[in-house]
């Protein structure tokens, strides 16, 4: 998907979904923390495997939250995405089989960015550790940390998709731009064809009027890139990772883990879509 020489590949290549040969991989990104992004890496995962898709989750996120709400201690890591990105260590050795495939973080990761500095295409250094495993799975989803800094670009470098979650209040959309010019950025220089492919209002409280305007406002900017989903405030999902699972584990019946069933399934027949395009 990324730019220069070795790089550019036919789009029928770049295989999405059920059936792929190539992993399609999405970057849940937003500069602002807080705003769903590990509960809905987490989620979205479950429920699209829950549906047969082969699924790898990278925690990209020095906190580790992504980590640790799949019951695993990032203290006792020894060998974490840092690795991977630092030492070219294959992703393969630091995926650990939980309830989903995590390639797991540490607080080691808090340096990647200063070690990554000095390094040659050091945007490009997650891409290359993605090549050897694309082939085994559907989708590959990255959460990403609360910032747009050279750990947040290796994601969107190696990243076919962005799902932008957002919660509904006006100073969250306004970080949007920022986010739409970073990917501008990013498609000029590294990789040509990432850009939003879905913006999901989180924490909605629909008896809110401000609540109902901000996705409005969201409608009129992103029209049919604002999924129908609406992930709604409940304590399901603060709940969920103090037990290690997905709310969909957690609470299989739920509101909740309904509501990223039908996330899951509107990101899949987009895929599916853009495959047959």
């Known amino acids: 998907m990324a730019v220069p020489e070795s790089r550019l590949r036919p789009e029928e290549e770049l295989a999405t979904g059920s059936g792929g040969a190539m992993a399609r991989v999405i970057s849940l990104a937003n500069q602002k923390g ?3 992004k590990t509960t809905t890496t987490v989620n979205l995962a479950a429920a699209l ?3 047969g898709e082969r699924v790898l989750t990278i925690d990209l996120d020095p906190q580790s939250n992504l980590t640790m709400s799949q019951g695993l201690n990032p203290d006792t890591i020894e060998r974490s995405m840092f690795d991977v990105l630092v030492r070219s260590l294959p992703i393969e050795e630091i995926i650990e089989n939980v309830e989903l495939n995590v390639a797991v973080s540490s607080i080691d990761l808090a340096g990647a960015e200063l070690a990554l500095a000095s390094m040659i295409g050091r945007e490009r250094a997650l891409e290359k550790a993605l090549n050897p495993v694309r082939s085994r799975y559907d989708f590959i989803l990255i959460d990403t940390p609360p910032s747009l800094g050279l750990l947040t670009i290796n994601a969107l470098t190696a990243s076919h998709e962005v799902i932008v ?3 509904c209040e006006y100073l969250s959309l306004r970080g949007l731009a920022q986010l739409q010019n970073t990917l501008k950025m990013i498609r000029e220089n590294l990789n040509p064809s990432v850009d939003i492919s879905g913006i999901l209002p989180t ?7 401000h609540c109902r305007e901000a996705v409005e406002m969201l409608l009129e900017n992103f029209g049919d890139r604002v999924f129908k989903t609406r992930i709604r405030k409940t304590v399901r999902y603060a709940e969920a990772p103090v037990a290690g699972t997905s709310v969909l584990a957690y609470d299989p019946k739920g509101a909740a883990a309904g509501a990223y069933r039908s996330l899951a399934k509107e990101v899949l027949n987009g895929a599916q879509a853009q495959e047959h395009a």
């Open 49 to 51: 495997q829950e549906l």
């Open 203 to 209: 924490m909605y409280d629909g008896r809110t009027l």
């Open 165 to 167: 979650p957002v919660q």
């Open 34 to 36: 807080g705003v769903a």
